[in-house]
């Protein structure tokens, strides 16, 4: 992203650009667009229009036509605008054209979101997993973010070398700490490893869900102890893990990254031990947004990136949260389509889930107003009580002759 000099208090500001193809409907583009606007305002940019274009798929050389590139070229002339940022990951070729054209900084969704995480990092480990997953992104598309490198890196290193081009140098610069950076992760990921093994042989509970769900304020309700929880986007990268008690059952409940749409895949290898909390859970909490009108492929990206990372076939209770603001869409008399998942009341739509789910069961709370929340003390009791039972047949009989929740 931009430095903006301490001289201004003039915002960075932005236009952001979709396209509407044979993978993603105008709706879908939309909505995306929505939540691109999201990662934004979390990176403190402030959007000031959004590009739509209709293509069966993107343009080779800029992504979008040639027409509504001097469209938006113009529009940002005038309005004198910083930058421009595309819905999808651009290859280094685009990217390079879009700049010549545009003469502008071209940012693209995965860089986004790499920029959000490390503002977000905060101890060693999570700073170390993102500075990864940056040079890996920005190794082929060094001829234009040198800079962004050198900031990120606190400019060490020099540059050039007899005989060597510059941007050769780089690359092998960029090369060498990522070789670097592998290797203190793979220190910290013995380390963690040490760790989950020195917590004995207590059933594991993780909290799953998209980002900004709820996860870390569900996560504080039930361990009793502060999380940190903002309405941001990717307010927590570190996994916290609490030792939970439930009536005489002890258990860990892990807090982790949230998942998002179009993910950078370079994130999901360098974050790889944070998700082993995931990974090696007994139990899955997947939180889901009810109140969010595209609930539905939230959870199902969610679904796919737990398939993805090897945790798909972990038993899951899925705790449909923000029943307080749950609003059904308007829906007229006379609209003869069928009607939308958003357009049912709550209790439609617990029936629908209810009968839908496979294998899972799912509860409905309101975390900030604690609606709901013994009940899912209760449920989460009995599945770690049976998850307990089926490790511990031998002393299950003392530890649940009472069979008692406080």
Not at 4 to 9: R, S, V
Not at 374 to 393: F, M, N, Q, S, T
């Amino acid at each position: 992203m931009i430095d903006k000099k301490a001289t201004t208090d003039k915002p960075e500001t932005a236009v952001i650009i979709g396209l509407v193809s044979d993978r993603q409907t105008a709706e879908q583009v939309q909505e995306y667009l929505d939540e691109l606007d999201f990662l934004a305002t979390t990176a403190d940019i402030t959007t000031v229009k959004r590009f739509t274009q209709k293509l069966h798929k993107p343009d080779g050389r800029t992504y979008v036509g040639s027409g509504k590139l001097a469209e938006i070229k113009a529009f940002m002339e005038e309005k004198d605008v910083d930058s421009v940022i595309f819905d999808d990951e651009l290859s280094p070729a685009q990217q390079r054209n879009l700049e010549k054209d545009l003469g502008k900084p071209v940012l693209d969704r995965p860089r986004l979101i790499l920029d959000i995480f490390a503002r977000r990092a905060r101890t060693a480990h999570a700073k170390t997993q993102v500075e990864l997953a940056q040079n890996e992104y920005m190794l082929p598309r060094l001829t234009k973010l040198w800079t962004h490198l050198e900031r990120q890196r606190g400019g060490t290193g020099t540059r050039g070398g007899a005989g060597e081009k510059e941007i050769e140098t780089d690359r092998r610069l960029v090369r060498d700490r990522i070789s670097l950076l592998k290797a203190q992760l793979k220190q910290i990921d013995r380390q963690m490893a040490t760790q989950r093994g020195n917590r004995g042989k207590l059933v594991r509970v993780a909290v799953v869900g998209y980002t900004n769900v709820g996860k870390s304020t569900l996560m504080t309700l039930l361990s009793k102890s502060e999380v940190f929880a903002e309405n941001k986007l990717f307010a927590t990268l570190d996994t916290t893990v609490r030792k939970i008690v439930l009536g005489n059952l002890p258990f860990l409940l892990s807090d982790t990254v949230g998942f998002i749409r179009k993910l950078p895949t370079q994130l999901i290898e360098s974050f790889k031990s944070t998700l082993d909390e995931t990974r090696e859970a007994d139990l899955l909490l997947h939180v889901v947004d009810i109140s969010h009108h595209n609930f539905e492929e939230q959870y199902g990206t969610v679904r796919q990136t737990l398939d993805e990372i090897g945790a798909g076939n972990k038993p899951v209770i899925v705790v449909f949260n923000k029943i307080d603001a749950y609003r059904p869409a308007d829906r007229h008399e006379d609209d003869l389509e069928e009607k939308r998942v958003d357009q049912y009341t709550l209790e439609e739509l617990k029936e629908t889930w209810m009968a839908r789910m496979e294998g899972e069961e799912c509860i409905f709370i309101s975390a900030a107003e604690k609606t709901n929340i013994d009940g899912l003390r209760k449920l989460l009791y009995e599945r770690v009580k049976a998850l307990h039972i089926a490790r511990y047949p031998y002393e299950s009989d003392l530890l649940f002759k009472d069979n008692y929740l406080e």
